[in-house]
């Protein structure tokens, strides 16, 4: 656990916007009407993977203290 961080002091505002889930890129070549195709991008060096559960529109903030924030697609809760 960190004694750094402080949830009471830190700036909501910027937390909410840091955490936002980005647009998803896809690494698979579109075809017709956006369909995925077969071929995809060969990656060069370390890949770090997220996954997002479609329709849960949800995020989970971990903090460095040990507590956490939840937060809808815009705003945290």
């Known amino acids: 656990m960190s004694d750094d961080f402080s ?3 830190c700036d909501l505002d ?3 916007s840091m955490t936002k889930y ?3 890129p ?3 070549t579109l075809g017709d009407k956006g369909a995925l195709l077969e071929e995809t991008v060969i990656f060069d060096g370390e ?3 997220t996954e997002k559960v479609d329709g849960t529109n949800s995020r989970i903030i971990l903090l460095p203290d040990g507590n956490f924030v939840l937060g809808s697609r815009e705003e945290l809760l």
């Open 7 to 9: 949830l009471r002091s």
């Open 14 to 16: 910027k937390l909410n």
């Open 22 to 24: 980005p647009s998803i």
């Open 26 to 28: 896809t690494y698979h």
């Open 47 to 49: 890949v770090i993977l």
